[in-house]
């Protein structure tokens, strides 16, 4: 497995707008959770600094609700949420890493956002946490889809290239292993699950200078700023070479820069009985 990339969550948090936007998308394709006696229970992997975790303590207000996280950095950010909710629920954060994570009792919603792109192999966990669902439960995600566009092609020949090629390897090509909409369907069907799998292309409109590259800066660019941070020189020489590629691919228009984001979003209902 890749090392973790160094996270900041203030860089990643100065587009929280167009980010959170798929979050709310995703939310609204997820029914009533199971009827039950106590709270609902809730895992949301990979959570990031917390703002979208702190948006299902408001769509479920009575429910416990734990974010996990592998950054310590992302998780000192959201800790700024933890405690009671306002309808009588809790939410707390947890260090976990996605790519074992296994709840230790049933949940009722488990769900990830942005981030499974992280972890390599993820679908093969699909079985274990639905399995770990209450009858009616629902797991839901959200992953980019854009790995072919021009801020993430662009990248990964850059890190391939000389003279980046032997520091930086497979730093621009950390995403190869999503998969498409259809296999993400077929996977959660698979598994007897009743799916709803479809993908969006938000036609972002970005302002200020080198908003791409601003943008990258808080996700994919990590494993880069993380390799190259004991080496300020060579960081922003990468840094230049890559914002002038990304002049070119994304010109700045009469309105902004337009920065078109492609996401897939599946939605997998885990039946209320065996042969339901
Ligand atoms: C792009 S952020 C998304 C954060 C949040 N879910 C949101 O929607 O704003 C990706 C998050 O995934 C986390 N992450 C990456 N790999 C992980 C892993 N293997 N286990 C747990 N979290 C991971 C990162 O630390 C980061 O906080």
Redesign the pocket.
């Known amino acids: 497995m890749h090392d973790?990339p160094t996270?900041d969550p203030q860089q990643?948090l100065r587009h929280a707008g167009h980010?959170t936007r798929p979050?709310h998308d995703l939310l609204t394709r997820i029914n009533e959770l199971p009827p039950q006696q106590g709270p609902a229970r809730i895992a949301d992997?990979?959570?990031?600094?917390g703002?979208?975790t702190a948006l299902l303590a408001e769509r479920w207000p009575d429910a416990h609700i734990t974010g996990?996280?592998?950054?310590l950095e992302?998780l000192k950010e959201a800790e700024l949420y933890a405690g009671p909710t306002k309808g009588g629920g809790h939410l707390d954060f947890s260090v976990?890493?996605?790519?074992d994570w296994a709840p230790d009792e049933p949940h009722d919603l488990i769900v990830s956002?942005?981030?499974l792109q992280?972890?390599p192999g993820h679908a093969d966990s699909f079985a274990r946490w639905i399995e770990s669902l209450k009858p009616g439960g629902t797991f839901a995600f959200q992953v980019p889809g854009n790995f072919t566009s021009p801020s993430h092609a662009l990248l990964g020949e850059l890190c391939d290239a000389p003279p980046w090629r032997d520091r930086l390897k497979t730093h621009g090509r950390r995403f190869v292993h999503i998969l498409g909409p259809a296999d993400y369907l077929e996977r959660l069907a698979d598994l007897g699950c009743e799916t709803d799998v479809w993908e969006t292309t938000y036609v972002q409109l970005l302002h200020g200078d080198d908003p791409v590259l601003d943008w990258v800066k808080g996700?994919a660019l990590r494993p880069v700023l993380t390799a190259l941070e004991d080496d300020p020189a060579a960081r922003d020489a990468f840094l230049t070479e890559f914002r002038d590629l990304l002049r070119k691919a994304y010109p700045t228009g009469r309105h902004g820069t337009v920065f078109p984001f492609r996401r897939i979003f599946a939605v997998a209902r885990k039946p209320e009985t065996a042969d339901s």
């Open positions: 973790a996270w990643y980010r979050f992997l990979g959570c990031g600094p703002n979208v996990y996280d592998n950054s992302m976990a890493d996605a790519a956002n942005a981030a992280w972890v996700t």
